[in-house]
């Protein structure tokens, strides 16, 4: 165990930078100090320059969901472990443990019922805040059983996608739950069911490679990083830098894989009225 | 002498087959001295083979997970090439998209093997340096998965069982890759391979890359040869992200359960086509029979199904994938077939020992 590191930090002639956590934000988008509370009475878009920051799983079902309608359901399924797996001291029933105190719900996925503008909806929301919203067992299984209620009630399924892909710790079961989504939504299909996808900032792995891009509609927000491989993967691959927008919502809308790019702000009505125009 | 002398160039032994190669050595030695001097020394050579026997059943009864990796990658092992060579009868190669292009890291075509005319749909990653850039060492643009779609429903038009080989580090992650959709291109074919109205058999004969294998593995039966390996992640990769170090790549590969032995009791895959003493690499016409017998079974199988009960009986497989590493699977829907016994598949002749072809 190493020592741990004296707060010292010696001293100074500098005036000490007064400047208390959290109330000040600095925009990734355009470099400004953006007053915190500003921000987040704007949907956590930054009032300058419309930078979406990323959001938390419960921020996302206060700012999508009529008020107060979310009904979660399943939160009660979480892993075994099937693996075992232990690595670097630490193992991923610790892991997953820690991830809970971070997140809304008790995995990288939540789902329920929901009303958006006054219609009913099965959704489900990745949680980024849980191992990189990564995809194991339990978010394949969630995401069927969203897919097995909205047939049963023939609700439209909207699912908000941030990943940044398979659960390591679950081996081939996580590759896996690739199939068993996308198979599940073969039958939703079927069935005549609405399946809306938004991606949102970063949707990259086996999510993308499975339900995500499977949705009858693909709605992205601004400035989104969506892609199969993340760019460091493919830097270290092709050794070239990687062209600027690359794995954009915008690059994926130029390329011709997503139908629209819509703002946080917008997000209610689209979706709303979308689902009118399906006769759901 | 110059026999010898190729038989040893030919040999590649992995680091942890030191028993063997010195084995081999003292064979190749008495060989020689018996050529020279006129010595029979047939005796000591055979027991020399036995001993050796020994050794391969000890090594390879006991591989470690990382060794299974090396296997699997070994630069001798059987391609998919090999495969089609040994195996199809009267193959025809039907390229292309019909979109973008002919993804050479993907091969498609209809053959027969045995009595059965099938659908072949294999990753190939080339054998020399030439042929490993042209088939980008088996790693597939979208094109590739678009056309093992295309061809897909093909087969379903005109009710051809499909046939897949799996041999890939995983689908390329490159620039085009992304400007034409990877990811949409294997979303779509795990969708539809769900519900393709034909038997679908897969076999993972290398290397298992993650989403880029799955997106042709979607099947009824999917087996992997004894010492391949599927993957959510090369160990190499998972070493470097959760073990900060990409040299834990061995205690990796162990807490990934990437094995064949693994997988199969894990219940995600149905068979284990057993490799012939010392591995595929060893004796490529013995591999090749093992693989063809457990097609020709497993297709005459699933073709005495009624379609809408494969099709049902696949569905309930792809969803109960995982459902028992859920606290939901301990309470209900445990799979039905939780009895299933665990299958080695060996085929049911004794295997004939042909000599290794010349050309490979
Ligand atoms: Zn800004």
Redesign the pocket.
């Known amino acids: 165990m190493a020592k741990a590191k004296s707060q010292w930090q010696g001293f100074s002639l500098k005036p000490k930078k007064e400047m208390p956590e959290g109330l000040w934000t600095k925009?990734p988008?355009?470099k400004?100090m953006?007053y915190t509370k500003s921000v987040s009475e704007n949907l956590d878009v930054?009032p300058?320059?419309?930078?979406h920051f990323r959001i938390t799983a419960a921020a996302r079902i206060k700012y999508f969901a009529d008020e107060g309608s979310f009904e979660e359901i399943a939160r009660e399924i979480v892993s075994t472990d099937p693996l075992d797996f232990v690595y670097r001291g630490t193992d991923y029933k610790s892991r997953m443990a820690a991830a809970e105190q971070k997140s809304a719900g008790k995995e990288a996925m939540l789902i329920g019922k929901a009303f958006v503008k006054g219609r009913g909806i099965m959704l489900g929301v990745m949680d980024f805040d849980y191992l990189g919203g990564s995809m194991g067992a339990v978010v394949g299984e969630k995401f069927c059983c969203a897919v097995e209620q909205a047939m049963s009630d023939s609700l439209p399924l909207i699912v908000f996608s941030s990943a940044g892909g398979a659960r390591m710790h679950e081996g081939v079961i996580s590759v896996m739950q690739m199939a068993k989504t996308s198979a599940a939504l073969a039958k939703f299909d079927e069935n005549k069911g609405l399946f809306i996808s938004v991606l949102t900032d970063p949707t990259t792995g086996g999510v993308t490679a499975s339900f995500a891009m499977l949705g009858d509609i693909i709605i992205a927000e601004p400035h989104a990083l969506i892609g199969f491989a993340g760019p460091r993967v493919i830097e270290q691959t092709i050794r070239v830098e990687l062209p600027e927008g690359f794995q954009t919502a915008e690059f994926l809308l130029e390329h011709g894989f997503i139908d629209q790019i819509v703002a946080r702000k917008d997000l209610r009505s689209e979706v709303a009225r979308l689902i009118d125009y399906c006769g759901k | 002498m110059s026999q010898i002398n190729n038989n040893s160039v030919r040999t590649n032994y992995l680091d942890f087959e030191g028993g063997i190669s010195q084995i081999d050595a003292q064979i190749a030695e008495l060989k020689k001295l018996s050529m020279q001097k006129g010595i029979d020394y047939s005796a000591e050579i055979r027991d020399l083979q036995r001993r050796q026997v020994e050794e391969f059943k000890r090594i390879y009864d006991n591989l470690s997970a990382w060794q299974t990796v090396q296997v699997a990658r070994h630069p001798q092992r059987p391609l998919f090439c090999d495969y089609l060579n040994l195996m199809i009868k009267d193959f025809r190669e039907l390229h292309g998209d019909r979109n973008f292009g002919d993804d050479k890291a993907i091969i498609c075509g209809l053959g027969q093997i045995g009595r059965e005319r099938v659908m072949i749909i294999g990753q190939e990653k080339g054998r020399d340096t030439k042929e490993k850039l042209a088939r980008n060492f088996g790693m597939s643009h979208p094109e590739g998965y678009r056309k093992a779609l295309l061809k897909m429903r093909f087969a379903e038009k005109f009710g051809i069982p499909v046939v897949t080989f799996i041999d890939t580090p995983g689908a390329y992650p490159g620039i085009g890759a992304e400007e034409r959709g990877q990811a949409q291109a294997i979303a779509k074919n795990l969708m539809e391979m769900s519900r393709l109205r034909v038997p679908i058999i897969s076999i993972v004969i290398g290397e298992g890359g993650s989403g880029g294998a799955l997106g042709i593995s979607v099947a009824d039966k999917l087996a992997m040869l004894e010492f391949s390996y599927y993957s959510v992640i090369s160990p190499e990769g998972c070493a470097a992200i959760l073990w900060r170090d990409g040299s834990a790549a061995p205690q990796a590969a162990d807490a990934l359960k990437l094995t064949s032995k693994d997988l199969l009791k894990l219940d995600l895959i149905d068979a284990v086509i057993a490799e012939p003493l010392g591995a595929a690499h060893r004796n490529i016409h013995d591999t090749v029979y093992n693989v063809e017998q457990y097609i020709i079974k497993t297709v005459r199988e699933l073709k005495r199904m009624k379609i809408d009960n494969l099709l049902d009986a696949r569905y309930k497989k792809l969803r109960l994938i995982g459902t028992n590493a859920t606290t939901s699977g301990l309470k209900k829907n445990r799979p039905d077939n939780t009895a299933k016994p665990a299958i080695k598949f060996t085929a049911a002749k004794p295997i004939t020992v042909l000599p290794r072809p010349a050309t490979v």
């Open positions: 925009c988008g355009c400004k953006l930054c300058e320059c419309g930078y």
